[in-house]
């Protein structure tokens, strides 16, 4: 073996292990679909420069008959991978199944090189293939590996013949529903609810194997949706007895390009054997062609409120249960949440809890991680609202911050995977109240450039700055916004 070749099988091994890493990374972010990665990536430039143009490269080199410098485009596409791994927020994950991902590709070039050596053939197409048999048998394990572990999931449920289960689904608002319900009924049973906002059935299948204790009385779980069905399989697979369908609106349009759309799949939730009862926001459009029979099982929240009062000291309203007003008092921040609270109250009801009980619960309400969670540090007033990426909540953080006297800076790339007018609404509605507004990534940079046009502007591509950035503008007593952050790949 000359020079030549060992130089040329480095470089096989480094690129096929680089476009593995790239394609990985990306598959995990997307949950492992490639028609969100082909057709819904924000960046595909990406594609061209981490994927397509080194390929071309690569092949054109052998082509020539100048294999050796094809380790130039290796170690070029090492250096860029490097660079672009360093400006990730959200690393690729070493789970089972990327270390498995990256053991069939190892074994799949092994024996590419041993096909080579044997039979002394050199085919540039054969190493590329490679990553190919890869995927495939990797897609392949997985699917038999979720079907085993979802049965396994299903026959634990099976056996837990007292649980009780909620699922709940919504536009925006799954996660606060989901965490005000665990905190009212926590008191009087045995409550899990999944962690963060798992909300897939692969997340969920995982979540009852290796965190539901058979002690549990009620599971109450999130079931969310990027493509029509994803839903109805979490139903099929939990049939809870209660669903609850919170807000539905222009959340995630372009995957399911129309509302309709997006209604439809929401209302999958009722696919369930066993439900009891199903709470829906009363404002919401229900689907053309629901049966009568689900139809009969659905009961409308809230049913009437008044005196909302949503100030950056918490939040007071009244509520008409069963022909009587109560009063509300809890120091969640933001309007929109007395929907999100009254949806709980309405399952609590449901459940046998106490008004006053639900009362009581709602002011001992602790905030949701990330969502209009108010922060006082270093002389500032954080409000965080990070997780939060919807035009409605959105709009309320920005009336919120409004109330506060001082100095107002805000941190967002605007509202993803939503509509032009919806980020016009939203830069209009910032430029009124803010002093700095800081823009991270170009997603909607366009959009903000020309709708802010009293607050100061800054842009940043990524967010790497943005600590020093807040660190050189920001002064004592300011207020700082998060709103929406949306990772850096978006």
């Not at 709708?451 to 020093?468: C, G, R, V």
Request: glycine fraction near 4%.
């Amino acid at each position: 073996m000359n020079i030549q070749d060992f130089l040329s099988i480095i470089a096989r091994f480094l690129l096929v292990f680089e476009f593995a890493y790239y394609l990985i990374t990306l598959l995990q972010w997307y949950n492992y679909s490639f028609y969100r990665i082909l057709f819904m990536h924000h960046k595909f430039m990406w594609h061209i420069w981490y994927f397509a143009l080194p390929l071309v490269a690569f092949i054109a080199l052998y082509l020539l008959d100048l294999k050796e410098y094809t380790l130039i485009i290796a170690v070029m596409l090492l250096v860029a991978l490097i660079f672009w791994w360093l400006k990730q927020d959200k690393p690729l994950k070493f789970t089972k199944r990327v270390w498995r991902f990256f053991a069939l590709t190892l074994t799949f070039v092994l024996l590419d090189e041993v096909f080579t050596l044997v039979f002394n053939v050199d085919n540039v197409f054969m190493h590329i293939l490679s990553l190919v048999f890869a995927l495939a048998i990797s897609y392949a394990y997985e699917t038999v590996l979720l079907k085993q572990y979802t049965q396994i999931a299903k026959d634990k449920l099976d056996r837990m013949s007292r649980l009780t289960i909620i699922s709940i689904t919504a536009s925006f608002g799954k996660t606060s529903i989901k965490n005000y319900l665990a905190q009212i009924l926590s008191a009087h049973f045995s409550v899990y609810a999944t962690p963060r906002s798992v909300n897939t059935l692969r997340g969920i299948v995982a979540d009852v194997n290796e965190n539901l204790e058979y002690s549990t009385d009620i599971y109450i779980t999130e079931a969310g949706a990027r493509l029509k069905g994803d839903i109805d399989e979490i139903a099929q697979f939990l049939n809870p007895q209660y669903a609850l369908i919170g807000e539905v609106g222009a959340q995630h349009l372009e995957y399911f390009k129309t509302l309709e759309n997006i209604t439809n799949t929401k209302f999958e939730l009722l696919n369930s054997n066993r439900l009891k009862k199903a709470f829906v926001f009363k404002e919401n459009a229900l689907p053309k062609g629901l049966d009568s029979e689900k139809k009969a099982l659905l009961c409308f929240y809230p049913n009437e409120y008044r005196n909302i009062n949503a100030t950056l000291e918490g939040t007071s309203f009244e509520l008409k249960i069963a022909g009587e007003w109560y009063a509300f008092q809890t120091q969640i921040l933001g309007a929109f949440n007395v929907y999100n609270i009254a949806a709980a109250v309405s399952v609590a009801l449901e459940l046998g809890i106490k008004i006053q009980d639900i009362i009581n619960a709602v002011a001992r309400f602790e905030p949701t991680a990330h969502r209009l969670q108010k922060i006082i540090t270093n002389q500032k007033v954080i409000l965080d609202d990070s997780f939060n990426g919807n035009l409605k909540g959105m709009l309320e953080s920005v009336r919120l911050a409004s109330l506060y006297p001082g100095r107002k800076i805000i941190v967002t790339p605007g509202i993803v995977e939503s509509t032009r007018e919806a980020n016009i609404e939203l830069a209009r509605s910032i430029d009124k109240v803010f002093d700095i507004v800081i823009i991270t990534g170009a997603l909607n940079a366009s959009i903000f450039r020309k709708n802010i046009k009293n607050a100061q502007k800054i842009f940043l591509q990524t967010k790497d700055s943005l600590e020093s950035i807040l660190k050189a503008c920001t002064k004592p007593n300011d207020l700082i916004l998060f709103s929406n952050d949306a990772p850096s790949f978006i």
